[in-house]
């Protein structure tokens, strides 16, 4: 089993839900976050004053699946989060030793 992360714009999170449920995948967790890649924030100027943004508003989208899925989920993502331009995104994938459904006690594959 694996866990994917990948951090993307919120504006694209439509179109990486839509992606994602497109494949069969039935569940994920969004979390708002903050943060900086290469881009470093920028600054804004309001009411005459500059102010910077050292952290940008990004989403943690996060999905848990079975090995064979991965290779797939991760093109999915990537398509529908990709805007060529600086602040797209990372995908991030992790080993993950169990899974357990609270609900029935499902373990392993099932589980998810």
């Given at each position: 089993m694996k866990l994917v992360t990948a951090i993307i714009q919120p504006h694209r999170l439509d179109g990486v839900r839509q992606a994602l449920t497109a494949l069969g995948?039935?569940?994920m967790t969004v979390t708002e976050?903050?943060?900086y890649g290469r881009q470093r924030g920028h600054t804004e100027i309001y009411r005459g004053?500059?102010?910077t943004i050292s952290?940008?508003?990004?989403l943690k989208v996060e999905v848990?699946?079975?090995d064979g899925r991965l290779d797939d989920v991760i093109a999915?993502?990537?398509k529908a989060a990709r805007t060529g331009k600086i602040g797209d995104g990372k995908i991030f994938t992790i080993d993950l030793q169990s899974a357990l459904r609270v609900r029935t006690g499902e373990t392993?594959?099932?589980a998810l």
């Open positions: 995948i039935d569940g976050v903050r943060g004053a500059e102010y952290f940008t508003p990004k848990a699946l079975p999915a993502i990537t392993g594959d099932d």
